[in-house]
């Protein structure tokens, strides 16, 4: 079966600080990998996506995520944080072929302090 | 564009009472649809998705159930609710061929007294 651990369940960082959000999963087969982003009281936003190809991914608002087969992770980064950035942030796993469903990790509360 | 829409964003409701949730989904066709339920501190449990009308798949037992009655909507349901059925209730859409990328509606905040 599968899952996804988030290692830190708070990460309070100062503004313009860098900051990297742990993920790992555990699939004995090839799986898609997600980190969606949750604002206060909203539902989620698909922050960016690794399906195959290159193993960097980025996102427009300056997240990147890479995949690491050996490591089975995926860990969310960003050079410099900004205040709009606190939110909840989400590591999800989906296998191949499995119809689209997700299993979602606890996620982790990323709070930005000016 | 596509959009999913959710009601009642909040919900109030007695232990006992019936519950009805909707979700529906403009700007696309023939959806996968998905309702998960995230508890505090437990991250988002998948609890129903539908492939089609009438076409309902259950992850997890419990008093909850799931309808889709017409193919961009999805509805939520309980004839009786538990205090354990407070959540954020969220319903999600993906296309055939992507089934993989999901689109979340704003939620459902439901709270069992």
């Known amino acids: 079966a599968q899952s996804v651990t988030q290692l830190d369940s708070q990460v309070p960082v100062f503004e313009e600080a860098p900051v990297e959000l742990r993920c790992n999963y555990s699939s004995s087969v090839s799986v898609y990998l997600f980190w969606y982003v949750q604002y206060p009281n909203q539902g989620l936003q698909l922050l960016l996506k690794?399906?195959?190809?290159?193993?960097l991914v980025e996102s427009i608002n300056g997240f990147e995520a890479e995949f690491n087969k050996s490591q089975t992770s995926f860990h969310l980064r960003k050079p410099s944080v900004h205040i709009s950035d606190t939110a909840e942030y989400f590591c999800?796993?989906?296998?191949?072929?499995?119809?689209?469903?997700?299993?979602f990790g606890q996620g982790t509360e990323l709070s930005v302090k000016p | 564009s596509q959009t999913i829409h959710q009601w009642p964003a909040t919900l109030v409701q007695p232990v006992g009472s019936p519950l009805s949730l909707e979700c529906t989904v403009e700007g696309t066709s023939n959806p996968n649809l998905y309702w998960y339920r995230q508890a505090a501190g437990r991250g988002l449990q998948l609890l129903f998705y539908s492939v089609g009308i009438g076409q309902i798949s259950s992850e997890v037992p419990q008093n909850l159930s799931a309808s889709r009655p017409q193919d961009r909507q999805f509805i939520l349901s309980s004839k009786k609710l538990l205090l354990s059925d407070s959540g954020f209730y969220l319903c999600a859409w993906s296309g055939r061929g992507r089934t993989y990328e999901q689109y979340f509606g704003p939620g459902t905040r439901l709270t069992v007294t």
């Open positions: 690794y399906l195959s190809g290159s193993t």
């Open positions: 999800a796993v989906s296998r191949y072929n499995q119809g689209g469903k997700l299993i």
